[in-house]
């Protein structure tokens, strides 16, 4: 078993049991499951990050849907929120498919990593304060795994840039005073990282057109583009980069 850098980290969170809420709602919701998905075997536990360990981009988003990463293990998988992500990030020639229905799917990211501020799914997909702030050492030791190659970070939704921006000071980052608020569309200037805030992918942002396809997709590109990343305005992967 790896236990060093990013693959040891994943490890190391996919078997924690900190928050006692969010370990019962898991592995309740892994054991009645959803009708639909009774052939399943759950995950159950907290999702890890996916991506490569030399991502240049990084996404931040609440993700683990019970039904969701959740069930499938994998990050912002099998669930509406997910289709609407990695059919962008492939439209961008971030990714090698534009589809994610299982961790053996073969999706493939290119320079990016998609991770969460907290890793267990959550009742009514709403943590605690306490339970973003328990899961947040685990978001700072990825940081500063991930800080050689990283250049830029999408953050998705005010939570998560609430829950994000701490961690970052906490990496080593040092944050503007006072601290930027969220805006879809803003950026920030770290030490060598640039920060943009977007809409969350939740289905309540994407059904009312609060944030649209194209509106995903320039977020996504300007920051892939700032990271050193080939983004594309089409749907064909990078031949560099991978």
């Known amino acids: 078993m790896d236990t060093s850098g990013l693959p040891g980290l994943d490890q190391r969170i996919a078997g924690c049991r900190a928050c006692p809420r969010l370990v019962a709602w898991r592995e309740e919701v892994a054991a009645t499951k ?3 998905f009774a052939d399943w075997t759950y ?6 990050g996916f991506g490569p360990p030399d991502a240049r981009l990084l996404i931040v988003g609440l993700a683990p849907a019970a039904h969701g990463g959740n069930r499938t293990g ?8 997910g289709d609407v992500l990695y059919q962008a990030l ?3 020639g971030l990714a090698s498919q534009p589809t994610a229905v299982c961790a053996d799917d073969g999706l493939e990211l290119y320079g990016v990593r998609v991770t969460a501020p907290v890793h267990c799914a959550p009742p009514a997909n709403k943590p ?3 339970e973003r702030d328990t899961c947040r050492p685990w978001l700072v030791q990825e940081l500063k795994l991930l800080r050689p190659t990283l ?7 005010a939570f998560g840039w609430q829950a994000a921006l701490p961690a970052f000071a906490a990496a080593g980052w ?3 005073r006072p601290r930027p608020a969220f805006a879809h569309g803003t950026r920030v200037r770290l030490d060598g990282l640039d920060l943009f805030g977007c809409f969350h992918v939740s289905q309540r942002n994407t ?20 990271a050193g990343l080939p983004a594309e305005n089409g749907g064909t992967a990078p031949q560099q980069g991978r």
Do not use: C, K
């Not at 995950?43 to 890890?48: L, Q, S």
């Not at 994998?74 to 929120?81: C, K, V």
């Not at 250049?151 to 939704?157: P, T």
């Open 34 to 36: 959803r009708a639909a």
């Open 128 to 130: 605690t304060p306490e």
């Open 74 to 81: 994998r990050m912002f998988t099998g669930d509406r929120s």
């Open 207 to 226: 059904f009312t057109g609060r944030l649209t396809p194209a509106m995903l997709r320039e977020v996504l590109g300007e920051a892939a583009r700032t």
């Open 174 to 176: 040092r944050l503007p």
């Open 151 to 157: 250049r830029a970070v999408v953050v998705l939704g």
């Open 90 to 92: 492939y439209d961008v």
């Open 43 to 48: 995950w159950g536990r907290p999702v890890p």
